[in-house]
DNA sequence: TTGTACGCGTTATCAC
DNA sequence: GTGATAACGCGTACAA
């Protein structure tokens, strides 16, 4: 179907040089003189000559590749989950241009301690971390140390993550101020690293503001946000507001709450994590505090690209998005609302 | 960080054979003895061997990656459309276990032209292609005929796609039976494969019932179903079905709806297409032709995995997934004529 | 059945 | 500034 493509054999004999001197032009190197570089360069436009990779990869002994690795538990896979998609998509816009390429890696949950194995053994410009459990990131981390993980992973491996606990307690913040008080919140999984922070900025809000926690544990599916709700609903029948820890699960709460009768947001606003597309899907629209997702992508992807990745982190800012799901109830005077106590957090 | 990783001559050298045995033990080939092949099998594990891509690739000539080019036009991102993260991991679960790798390509649409070229000069296995138009799709097969396009493409360039007629008819089929008689359809893009099909099967669907078809254009998009509704809203005010050609934009229909104070699936019932991870966000659940994406990028990977791809195509069949969106209203009858409900119409 | 030797297209080292 | 030339790790005719 196609010729054979041209090699830099070919560029070189056609422009009358060596294939050092070829070489040199293709990447950009130093010590050719002007006219030659022209030359060349003018050969290799007219044969539309591309190097080869695999070539290239063997002889430098590095391919230009960065490795995405996801660990598909269920709840984080490429097909049922909006995150992923936009780490692909971040990791992708910045690798437009250059000529790295991006590998993707969707490893069970099962096979992925050997798998990473293989994965971290084969890596070359370095991997990017997704849904891996800290000590699968030690290990990974132990046998390539070209590698950020996409939230933080253990101690010293190499992580980006956003604000989580600025984000939850901006929701809270944003809750309260909308004269909410009975302000309860759905969390993430007990031992993930978001979950955590997202948890510990609702209690540290809360008790700032001199409420008393309410919080119901959840995974990050929707089914946890249904159920934790429906236990939030039974135990404090009073509540007005919920933070639920990720956006999947805030569409389960909301669905919850619709069952229940309680109207968004006259009787409970709601603010969910992750600002996904799910946001714009729900009626109301939902609330929540933004990751710029594919900004940490790209910027863990430059990281990668750039080298110096010892002890390397990366804590992005995170905004709330006010949508309907929260708006302050009108009825709810400002009258209610409570001075605001001393160390109460900015917004 | 790691030792030099072993090559095959390191194999080859430890169990005493040459490295063609050793080759031919690695890649499963015949002619070798039995008691050898399991010696050397030993040594590779023992070594914990794992080939070199880049010298498998430049020695056979071709690279055992599979190609995926997804054109982002703005409604088809891998960040912002459940259906390409469903593509990947498709593809991604078919290549689990196969030493192929997958390589991600998201090529802006203004880029497409360009960036395609060069994807199709580089592809080895072969490229899965998602949104790539038919004069682009036909432009890259004739470059390299190892290539499968997700949904219909240029006449000649291999495709694989849902049963969209069908789809649109067990739609239609399954509102009317609900007793639906005004019954409109949210199309998709004007030239877009897909889109034409599920038209066709919406329209055929009405003719075959005797019924009037009642048609607004849009995109794929969710502003495109809100918009659409509106307009069916004004020019048709006692719909009572819609009919929307993906749940992207059904999303968007349910929340004109909302607006207008019709009530889902009691005034009007909605069904969308794709069966995305969307359908179980909305309020109600949402009724959707399901499409089985990842199986299909399966298939596609196994086909271009299996070589013969001339002519090749595939056609899914799609199953309609009935959800809250559109139960049959108890008040009406079926085949009857629907009485309005007290307090419709308004606005 | 087994082994030798060359080629794949590029980079990098070192002489010129 | 320029150019031979040796790796790089593997597949595979071809010879034994």
Known sequence: ?????????????????????????????????????????????RLAYRPSPAARALAAGR?????????????????????????VAGIAAELAGSPAQLRIHVVDESAAPRRLVEVAGAASLGAILVNVPADLGADFYRRCDRVVSMGRSAPRVPFIDPDNVAGARAAVDHLYRGG??????????????CAIGRRTGYQEAMRDAGLPPLGAGGNFRREGGYAGTQRLLADH?????????????????????????????????????DDSLLVSCTIPPLSSVRQPVE?????????????????????FPTTLKVRESSRPDPRRGRGRLRRRPAGWPRG
């Open 63 to 87: 391919a230009d590749v960065v490795e995405l690795v996801v660990v598909d538990d269920g709840e984080c896979s490429l097909g049922s989950n909006p995150y992923c998609g936009r780490v």
């Open 180 to 193: 909410r008080r009975r302000l309860a919140a759905i969390h993430g999984p007990e031992r993930n690293p």
């Open 295 to 315: 900004e940490m992508a790209a910027t863990a992807t430059r990281a990668l690209l750039g080298g110096h990745l010892a002890a390397w982190q990366s804590t």
């Open 1 to 45: 179907m196609q010729e054979r493509r041209p090699t830099l054999a070919d560029v070189a004999r056609e422009a009358g040089v060596s294939v050092t001197a070829a070489s040199r032009v293709v990447n950009g190197g130093r010590g050719v003189a002007p006219h030659v570089r022209r030359r060349v360069q003018a050969v290799i436009d």
């Open 237 to 273: 029948p009073d509540l007005d507001a919920l933070f639920v820890a990720c956006d999947v699960m805030a569409v389960g709460a909301l669905q919850a709450l619709a069952a229940a009768g309680r109207r968004v947001p006259d009787d409970v606003a709601v603010v969910g994590f």
